[in-house]
Nanobody, 121 residues
Framework: QVQLVESGGGSVQAGGSLTVSCAAS?????MGWFRQVPGKDREVVAT???????TYADSVKGRFTISRDITKNTLYLQMNSLKPEDTAVYYC??????????????????WGQGTQITVSS
């Protein structure tokens, strides 16, 4: 069983920056950030392997950076140049499917409680 606790959500104006963190009770090979808005399916934001291999959704590429501190079992998401369409509940996820050096965008078994990010125009 993996417990995930997110922190760092909040409100920011468009163009601003925010970093969210996720403390994990156990570090798994694949971890990721996902987001969801009411009425829509949860979507991937970024994933990272234990070795540091990352993938990003096209909508955040170049603006968001996922990273992890293996020694602290902590996952981070640095978000820059935020847009109103980035407004969502952001979830940390663990134990995704490993595909070679990469991590899948599906099959995550453990989820945090979510943290709200609101970007105003």
């Amino acid at each position: 069983q993996v417990q995930l606790v997110e922190s760092g959500g909040g409100s920011v104006q468009a163009g601003g920056s925010l970093t969210v963190s996720c403390a994990a009770s156990v570090a798994t090979y694949c971890m990721g950030w996902f987001r969801q808005v009411p009425g829509k399916d949860r979507e991937v934001v970024a994933t990272i392997s234990r070795g540091g291999t990352t993938t990003y959704a096209d909508s955040v590429k170049g603006r968001f950076t996922i990273s992890r501190d293996i020694t602290k079992n902590t996952l981070y998401l640095q978000m820059n140049s935020l847009k109103p369409e980035d407004t969502a509940v952001y979830y940390c996820a663990a134990s995704g499917i490993r595909v070679g050096a990469y991590c899948s965008w599906t099959g995550y078994n453990y989820w945090g409680q979510g943290t709200q990010i609101t970007v105003s125009s």
